[in-house]
C-alpha cells in the first residue's frame, strides 16, 4: 500500500512538473493571446518591454503572421545600442507608425533607414516610437522622457489625420477653459481599460492564454490588444449618420459633461464631423486641440534644440476613389473635402513656422492609391505605402539640410526651410 502510494505521489509530481514545464513553454515560445500593452502614468498606456505577439491578417491581405517582439526600451524593433556617432532618428506616431501589421523590414521606419543610408553613404538609426492607437496628445506626453533616453538627432512627429483628432477628444489629456486656454489633464483609465491592460492569472499563464485563445474561437487570432476581437465592418458599411452621431457623443462626454474617465483607447473611427460638418462645434474643437497639441511638441523640440519634422498621413477613405463607396455616401454632405482632415494637421503646423511632409497629393495622385493600403477594412498603409512615405520623408529631410550637422540649427528649424510638399498655410 505504502509503495503504491509512493508511485501516486511520484506520478503527481512529475506529471505537475510537466504540465507546469508546458505552461512556461507556451507562455515564452508560443505568444498567442498576449497582451503587450500596459498603463502608463504619463501616455496612459504602453508597450511592455521585451513582449511579443503575432499579429494575423485575413485571408484577404495574405493571412500572413506577423511576428511583433518589444524590446527593452518598449519600442518596436531591436534592442538599442548606446548612442554613438550614427545620426539617429526618433520617429513617433500610432499604428502606421508601430505597423504590427508589417514584417519588420516593410515598416515605415526601417524603409526609412535603408532610404536615407542611401541617400548619405552612411548608417542612419531610426527610432520607432510609434504605439498602436496612440495620438499626438500622447506623443507630447511620452516626448521629453524619449528625448532623454535616446538621445535623437533628428525629430520626426507622423499625424495620422483619419482619426488622430478623435484621439485629442477620446484620450481627455487635454482640455480647454472658458477662454479656450490650454489646460493639461490627468484623466483616469475606466475600468474596462484597466481590466484590459492589466495582466490578470491567465494572461501569465501559458495554459490560461491557450484556454482563452480556444474560448474566443478558432482560427485563433490577435487584433490589436493581442486577444480576439470582433472585426469592424469595412468603412463602407459605416453609415454616416452613425460615424456622426458617436464623435457626437464622444464630443458631449469630454468637452461638455468634462467626465474624467477614459473608455476608449484603441477604437479609432475616421473622423468624419472634421471632414463632413467642418463648421460644428466638435469639429472647431477638435482643430483648437490639435493646435494646441502642436504648439506644446514644437515648445519640447525647441527646449531640446532639435530640428522636427511633420509628416501628415491621409485616410485611405480621402486618398482613394470612392472608397469602399463612401464618397457615394457622403454626396449628400456638401462642405465634404478630400483634403480637409489633412490640411487640418498640417496648415498649423506651418503656420507655426514647422517644415511639414504632406502626403496626401503623393497618395491620391498615384498611379493606383488602392495598392498602397491593404484591404477588406484594414485602413493601413501596406509595404507600398510605407516605402512611399520613407522615401519622400527622407528626401524632405534631405531638402531641410538635417542630415548634415551644420544644417541642423539650434532651435531644430531651418533659417530658410525649402517649400514643404502639400498645402501651403
Excluded at 504619463?42 to 511583433?68: D, M, R, T
Excluded at 474561437?217 to 469592424?232: C, S
Excluded at 495622385?365 to 520623408?393: V, Y
Aim: one cysteine or more.
Amino acid at each position: 500500500m505504502r509503495r503504491r502510494f509512493s508511485h501516486l505521489a511520484l506520478f503527481a509530481a512529475t506529471a505537475l512538473l510537466c504540465l507546469l514545464a508546458i505552461d512556461r513553454i507556451v507562455y515564452w515560445y508560443f505568444p498567442l493571446g498576449r497582451i503587450v500593452y500596459r498603463t502608463d502614468p504619463v501616455q496612459l498606456y504602453g508597450y511592455i518591454p521585451g513582449a511579443s505577439k503575432f499579429f494575423i491578417h485575413g485571408a484577404e491581405n495574405g493571412g500572413e503572421w506577423i511576428s511583433v517582439n518589444i524590446n527593452d526600451h518598449g519600442h518596436r524593433g531591436v534592442d538599442l545600442e548606446r548612442k554613438s556617432e550614427e545620426l539617429r532618428v526618433l520617429v513617433f506616431g500610432d499604428s502606421y507608425v508601430a505597423a504590427e501589421y508589417s514584417p519588420l523590414e516593410e515598416t515605415y521606419t526601417h524603409q526609412l533607414s535603408e532610404a536615407l543610408r542611401r541617400s548619405t553613404g552612411q548608417e542612419v538609426e531610426i527610432i520607432n516610437a510609434g504605439l498602436v492607437g496612440a495620438g499626438p496628445d500622447q506623443v507630447a506626453r511620452a516626448m521629453p522622457q524619449e528625448i532623454k533616453d535616446h538621445e535623437p538627432d533628428i525629430l520626426v512627429v507622423v499625424i495620422t489625420s483619419g482619426n488622430d483628432f478623435g484621439d485629442l477628444i477620446r484620450n481627455k489629456l487635454y482640455g480647454v477653459d472658458r477662454n479656450e486656454k490650454a489646460i493639461s489633464k490627468n484623466p483616469e483609465l475606466g475600468p474596462g481599460l484597466q481590466k484590459m491592460l492589466e495582466p490578470d492569472l491567465f494572461s501569465k499563464s501559458g495554459w490560461g492564454r491557450l484556454i482563452r485563445a480556444a474560448w474566443r474561437g478558432t482560427p485563433l487570432r490577435m487584433e490589436q490588444v493581442g486577444l480576439a476581437q470582433h472585426p469592424r465592418p469595412p468603412a463602407g458599411q459605416q453609415d454616416a449618420r452613425q460615424l456622426l452621431r458617436r464623435h457626437q457623443l464622444e464630443y458631449g462626454n469630454s468637452q461638455i459633461d468634462l467626465d474624467p474617465v477614459v473608455r476608449n483607447l484603441f477604437d479609432d473611427l475616421y473622423d468624419a464631423d472634421l471632414s463632413l460638418l467642418p463648421h460644428s462645434d466638435s469639429a472647431r474643437r477638435k482643430r483648437l486641440l490639435m493646435r494646441i497639441v502642436l504648439t506644446e511638441i514644437k515648445a519640447i523640440a525647441e527646449k531640446a534644440r532639435l530640428p522636427l519634422l511633420v509628416v501628415v498621413v491621409p485616410s485611405p477613405i480621402d486618398v482613394i476613389e470612392d472608397h469602399f463607396g463612401l464618397q457615394a455616401r457622403w454626396n449628400r454632405f456638401p462642405e465634404y473635402d478630400r483634403r480637409a482632415l489633412s490640411q487640418a494637421a498640417s496648415k498649423p503646423a506651418q503656420a507655426m513656422g514647422l517644415p511639414v511632409l504632406d502626403l496626401f497629393a503623393s497618395m491620391h495622385e498615384a498611379a493606383d492609391p488602392a495598392s498602397l493600403f491593404f484591404k477588406a477594412g484594414n485602413d493601413h498603409w501596406n509595404s507600398k505605402g510605407q516605402a512611399l512615405a520613407a522615401n519622400m520623408t527622407a528626401k524632405r529631410l534631405k531638402e531641410l539640410g538635417w542630415l548634415q550637422q551644420e544644417g541642423r540649427t539650434a532651435m531644430g528649424v531651418p533659417l530658410s526651410p525649402p517649400p514643404a510638399d502639400g498645402p501651403s498655410p
